[in-house]
């Protein structure tokens, strides 16, 4: 597949153009001019960039890209990193706020359906989109069950739960990644349980106010939703081949 042909379908499915974001959102690097093999990863990195090239991929996509808005040097780490792809005609898309919010490969719809989640809705705004996805498990279950649930769906342990709300728990809010800032309105959505990735000090004395349990899964695991949607998505729809890089962070 051409190169360009495939940014273009990544574009206009991700809706990258219209999605009010910080990160450069699209191609960063561009890289050979045909694509067979994709890459995924959650941060684009040196160690990334590295395994992406040994795969044999032609371009890979990363939720957390090299480019956010400043501009940066390259120099240091960001030359070798930039030198790595170039040599390697890897190109680097990179796929933010975007691959949070779809409705259907989104980071937050994709672990409400890993989760079988039932009557999924969006909930509040962010920078003019919801990002909050809602939904109810199959019948209640015990807060430490749900925290099982999630580690099994996730494939990783997660780091920490709160338990301040009520013991049992059906109602469910997900946002992925660092999103301890929305738990406010996560509250107001009425949900038992809110299932986000990092932990946040910031917030807990607000969970424990507003008597909500929140279980965090890690900022790095919740992320790898989308990216792993996506590249199903690609794999059904092009002749391609597709790669998921694990290169989790502990957070």
């Not at 940014?7 to 009010?20: F, G, H, N, P, S």
Request: include cysteine.
């Amino acid at each position: 597949m051409k190169r360009d042909e495939l940014v273009e379908y990544l574009d206009q499915l991700l809706e990258v153009e219209a999605i009010e974001d910080r990160s450069n959102n699209g191609l960063q690097v561009e890289g050979a001019e045909t694509v067979q093999c994709v890459a995924f990863a959650v941060d684009a990195g040196l160690a990334a960039f590295q395994d992406a090239a040994t795969a044999g991929a032609q371009m890979l996509i990363a939720h957390h890209g090299l480019f956010w808005g400043e501009p940066i040097m390259i120099t240091g780490i960001q030359r070798r990193r930039l030198q790595t792809l170039l040599d390697a005609g890897v190109s680097l898309y990179g796929v933010h706020l975007p691959l949070d919010v779809h409705p259907e490969l989104g980071n937050n719809a994709v672990l409400a359906r890993w989760l079988d989640l039932q009557d999924t809705a969006p909930y509040g705004q962010y920078k003019g989109r919801p990002l909050i996805v809602t939904g109810s498990l199959p019948e209640e279950m015990a807060l430490d069950a749900f925290a099982a649930r999630v580690e099994e769906v996730l494939g990783k342990p997660i780091i920490q739960v709160w338990p301040f709300g009520r013991p049992e728990v059906r109602r469910v809010g997900i946002v992925s990644g660092g999103a301890g800032f929305l738990l406010g309105e996560v509250a107001e959505a009425g949900v038992d349980v809110y299932f986000t990735g990092e932990v946040s000090h910031t917030i807990y004395h607000q969970a424990q106010e507003l008597g909500l349990n929140v279980v965090f899964g890690g900022h790095y695991a919740t992320e790898t939703a989308g990216l792993k949607a996506l590249a199903e998505h690609l794999e059904e729809n092009f002749e391609l081949e597709t790669v998921f890089l694990d290169l989790p962070t502990g957070a």
